[in-house]
T-cell receptor
Framework: AQTVTQSQPEMSVQEAETVTLSCTYD???????LFWYKQPPSRQMILVIR??????QNATENRFSVNFQKAAKSFSLKISDSQLGDAAMYFC???????????FGQGTRLTINP | KAGVTQTPRYLIKTRGQQVTLSCSPI?????VSWYQQTPGQGLQFLFE???????NKGNFPGRFSGRQFSNSRSEMNVSTLELGDSALYLC??????????????FGEGSRLTVL
């Protein structure tokens, strides 16, 4: 069975600085997708960034970028120029190609210090 | 375009009762999934429906059931509630088709408290 592990339950960073959230996963599949979802307090979960496993190039979305290491099964999220609005729970997630069931990590609570 | 809508947002039940939660997906989305979120277990997959058929099911007891209607709206039901069923229940919809993205669009959730 596929598993996703986030080893950092909590992280904090000063506003405007850079922070990296870690995620590792385990799968025997070759075609899959990885995601980082953000869940602000009492707000709905939204997609931050997506990575297709067949793409070697790391995905980027404005201040958010990933470091995808397929052989190491590692998928970290880097947030640059952290903003107060980035404070949230961040979940790493995996889905096999064609499947609808996402497997989530336990989440990392990110605090932004002003 | 309206997002995923879940009702009710909050509810309190007592042990032994049953509860029904509703989810309206984004217009055009035909796949609806349900997840249970608790502090201890995190996000766990309950089931997924597509075109009124359950395609996938997670490892939950039979007290947890669901259905999907012809307009893609979905309901989930939990019977004989237990204290451990207290959780945030999240509904998510997705657009089937190519290119496949795997992305889910989540509602704000229904927070169930069992006393």
């Amino acid at each position: 069975a596929q598993t996703v592990t986030q080893s950092q339950p909590e992280m904090s960073v000063q506003e405007a600085e850079t922070v990296t959230l870690s995620c590792t996963y385990d799968t025997s599949e070759s075609d899959y997708y990885l995601f980082w979802y953000k869940q602000p307090p009492s707000r709905q979960m939204i997609l931050v960034i997506r990575q297709e496993a067949y793409k070697q190039q790391n995905a980027t979305e404005n201040r958010f970028s990933v470091n995808f290491q397929k052989a190491a099964k590692s998928f970290s999220l880097k947030i640059s120029d952290s903003q107060l609005g980035d404070a949230a729970m961040y979940f790493c997630a995996y889905v096999r190609e064609g499947a609808q069931k996402l497997v989530f990590g336990q989440g990392t609570r990110l605090t932004i210090n002003p | 375009k309206a997002g995923v809508t879940q009702t009710p947002r909050y509810l309190i039940k007592t042990r032994g009762q049953q509860v029904t939660l509703s989810c309206s997906p984004i217009s055009g989305h035909r796949s609806v999934s349900w997840y249970q979120q608790t502090p201890g277990q995190g996000l766990q997959f309950l089931f997924e429906y597509f075109s009124e058929t359950q395609r996938n099911k997670g490892n939950f007891p039979g007290r947890f059931s669901g259905r999907q209607f012809s307009n893609s709206r979905s309901e989930m039901n939990v019977s004989t509630l237990e204290l451990g069923d207290s959780a945030l229940y999240l509904c998510a919809s997705s657009l089937e088709g190519r290119p496949y993205t795997g992305e889910l669009f989540f509602g704000e959730g229904s927070r169930l408290t069992v006393l």
